[in-house]
């Protein structure tokens, strides 16, 4: 924590700047869904998952919102749909990541030797 503050401070992946993490501090921004102008709020760190899903595959944040709420459910939140798409979407990479298996081995293995008599 910073000094005189109350809050923790957190550095996400695409910001080497730590910022101070307060869980409602809400940004809204304006994205096209096809020809449609919409406001979105999200946490900032949202945002940069945003920014980072659209650059890892190579489109704009506007045409990912747009695949998003085209495959909703119907009647479901679109800001909702969009949090557990990226959710998603991590929660995929992490499962294929190498490194990510690799440490998940190793807590096993941690975990059966501290079991073990």
Known sequence: ??????????????????????????????????????????????????NEIAALEECSIHDLCGAVHDLKEPGASFTAALRVFMMEYYRSAALVNVQVSQVQRKIKAIQIRELQP
Do not use: C, F
């Open 1 to 50: 924590m910073d000094e005189g503050s109350s809050l923790p401070t957190i550095t996400t992946a695409n910001s080497k700047e730590p910022h101070e993490y307060t869980p409602n501090a809400l940004q809204s921004k304006n994205v096209r869904i096809h020809a449609r102008r919409t406001s979105i709020r999200l946490e900032p760190a949202m945002w940069n998952a945003l």
